[in-house]
């Protein structure tokens, strides 16, 4: 991490929103689109996308486009703040956070989001016809 960016890292991560967004982010080590981390964060995907370019301009997530998907990736190369983010934050919201996301990706079809933005509901029940063991 370059010297004229700390302040804009520190700024950057002051909010929580975007410390649960890059939480998120840097503990999975996988790239999520902007539906993913509104189901797993639960909240309005204005918000996420928004905090998402906060994040973006401290250079501490990245995005890449496949097709009308852009999927954003932890992309810090400071192993002291990736340490920071992924071990500092505990409790709530955090593990709910992570459990959440965890759970979206399994809902995608050759690793890629296939889902979309969808109805808590709807989700819900694809989540829950995604388990092992539950019928489909």
Sequence with gaps: ?????????????????????AHVLAATELQA?????????????YQV????????????????RDGTWIYHSWSSDSPLLTRFVTEWPRGEPFEHDRARLHERLTLRDG???????????ELSRMLERARPGSPR
């Design 1 to 21: 991490m370059e010297d004229e960016n700390h302040a804009a890292v520190l700024k950057a991560l002051a909010d929580e929103t975007r410390l649960r967004i």
């Design 33 to 45: 689109c902007v539906c993913e981390l509104v189901d797993a964060l639960e909240l309005p995907q």
């Design 49 to 64: 996308s928004r905090h998402l370019q906060v994040l973006k301009s401290a250079r501490v997530v990245a995005s890449r």
């Design 111 to 121: 690793g890629k989001c296939v889902v979309g933005f969808v109805d808590p509901q």
